[in-house]
């Protein structure tokens, strides 16, 4: 067999963000209204894993065992979103792309090659639950390192569904079983597809927040309810606080998969 293009990385991080989610109190997203008052309220969302420092903290600790890396980052949409949410007008890739971007990273840096590409993915909050489907999506998909950062599904249906149905894809997947707890913010049913991580994922890195009025209290399982590989940890830290470089859950996370990641 062949190896892959020089240029490919030996790690690709994907990290999906969750709603469109603010630092700063005075920039508030108008879509953080409950999409039973606001539905598909999605237009906000944007890429704010990368900006954050999320994605290269945890590629810093990939790196640090002498990989290569590359990260891509994804708004918690179907589509593309073209918004301000960075600050700038700017275009924040979606599902449909990432699909896209993963077979050509699959097709080209992955199967048929004698020094595979690996993949770690990352979700926060919705991106959680974008970043499940896509597991879900391609059950044979190897996956080395999956982290959730405190995912919850609270409205993703009626924040989602009707880009599906738009784009022809009402049929995808069964909206009334990817959130049982859809009208809670709080807790999470062991079923959400968020809590279930497929076989083809080695490890999975959950990370549960205590912030009162956002997070996941559901501790993750394998779609036979064991729980191999699976590492669920809970920091009295914010939903938001969560993702911050030197935050105590990313320091977990990225010692973890510094560990993990070791030749």
Same mark, same amino acid.
């Given at each position: 067999?062949?190896?892959?293009?020089?240029?490919?990385?030996?790690?690709?991080?994907?990290?999906?963000?969750?709603?469109?989610?603010?630092?700063?109190?005075?920039?508030?997203?108008?879509?953080?209204?409950?999409?039973?008052?606001?539905?598909?309220?999605?237009?906000?969302?944007?890429?704010?894993?990368?900006?954050?420092?999320?994605?290269?903290?945890?590629?810093?600790?990939?790196?640090?065992?002498?990989?290569?890396?590359?990260?891509?980052?994804?708004?918690?949409?179907?589509?593309?979103?073209?918004?301000?949410?960075?600050?700038?007008?700017?275009?924040?890739? @979606?599902?449909? *792309? $990432?699909?896209?971007?993963? +077979? !050509?990273?699959?097709? &080209? /840096?992955?199967?048929?090659?004698?020094? =595979?590409?690996?993949?770690?993915?990352?979700?926060?909050?919705?991106?959680?639950?974008?970043?499940?489907?896509?597991?879900?999506?391609?059950?044979?998909?190897?996956?080395?390192?999956?982290?959730?950062?405190?995912?919850?599904?609270?409205?993703?249906?009626?924040?989602?569904?009707?880009?599906?149905?738009?784009? @022809?894809?009402? *049929? $995808?997947?069964?909206?009334? +079983? !990817?959130?049982?707890? &859809? /009208?809670?913010?709080?807790?999470?049913? =062991?079923?959400?597809?968020?809590?279930?991580?497929?076989?083809?994922?080695?490890?999975?890195?959950?990370?549960?927040?205590?912030?009162?009025?956002?997070?996941?209290?559901?501790?993750?399982?394998?779609?036979?309810?064991?729980?191999?590989?699976?590492?669920?940890?809970?920091?009295?830290?914010?939903?938001?606080?969560?993702?911050?470089?030197?935050?105590?859950?990313?320091?977990?996370?990225?010692?973890?998969?510094?560990?993990?990641?070791?030749?």
């Amino acid at each position: 067999m062949p190896l892959r293009p020089a240029s490919s990385p030996d790690f690709y991080i994907l990290g999906v963000s969750g709603k469109c989610l603010r630092d700063d109190l005075g920039r508030l997203c108008q879509n953080l209204i409950p999409s039973g008052v606001q539905a598909l309220n999605t237009a906000n969302n944007y890429d704010y894993l990368s900006g954050r420092g999320t994605l290269d903290a945890i590629a810093g600790a990939v790196r640090k065992n002498g990989w290569t890396t590359r990260t891509l980052g994804y708004a918690a949409s179907l589509t593309d979103r073209v918004n301000t949410g960075t600050g700038q007008l700017a275009t924040h890739p @979606g599902f449909l *792309t $990432l699909a896209a971007d993963l +077979r !050509v990273i699959v097709n &080209r /840096d992955i199967v048929g090659v004698r020094n =595979p590409s690996r993949l770690i993915l990352v979700g926060h909050s919705h991106g959680t639950v974008w970043s499940h489907l896509l597991t879900a999506l391609n059950p044979g998909l190897p996956v080395e390192i999956q982290v959730d950062f405190d995912g919850v599904c609270a409205y993703w249906q009626s924040d989602n569904q009707g880009d599906f149905e738009a784009a @022809g894809l009402g *049929t $995808l997947i069964d909206f009334e +079983r !990817v959130c049982r707890t &859809r /009208d809670s913010a709080l807790g999470g049913d =062991p079923n959400d597809l968020q809590n279930v991580v497929y076989g083809a994922v080695r490890t999975n890195l959950d990370v549960h927040s205590r912030d009162p009025l956002l997070l996941d209290l559901t501790n993750n399982a394998r779609p036979d309810g064991s729980h191999a590989g699976i590492y669920s940890a809970d920091f009295a830290e914010s939903h938001s606080g969560v993702t911050q470089p030197g935050s105590a859950a990313l320091t977990w996370v990225t010692q973890s998969v510094e560990n993990l990641t070791r030749r």
